[in-house]
């Protein structure tokens, strides 16, 4: 993958996130392992969303998603390991 491919990954992996979180910012995303295939993209990693201002840990976690090449997700996991 390209650097390019990798930030939007990264940008469709955080509003994924976000929305399905319901979490304003996402502090730390941490991408642990990516797997491609002929039809689809798994991605495996860890999030972390502190508040703004004083920087305590609202949310923390890990990811599993499955997008088709286009990044469309087809799979979602999301388990919160901490909430503030």
């Keep these: 993958m390209t650097s390019t491919n990798i930030y939007i990954l990264r940008s469709r992996i955080s509003e994924i996130l976000r929305t399905f979180r319901d979490l304003v910012v996402i502090s730390e995303l941490k991408i642990d392992k990516v797997n491609t295939s002929n039809d689809e993209i798994t991605v495996e990693g860890k999030y972390r969303s502190k508040a703004l ?25 999301i388990t919160p390991s901490h909430k503030g």
């Design 53 to 77: 201002f004083t920087g305590e840990i609202i949310e923390e976690g890990t990811f599993k998603i499955t997008f088709d090449k286009q990044l469309n997700p087809k799979s979602i996991s």
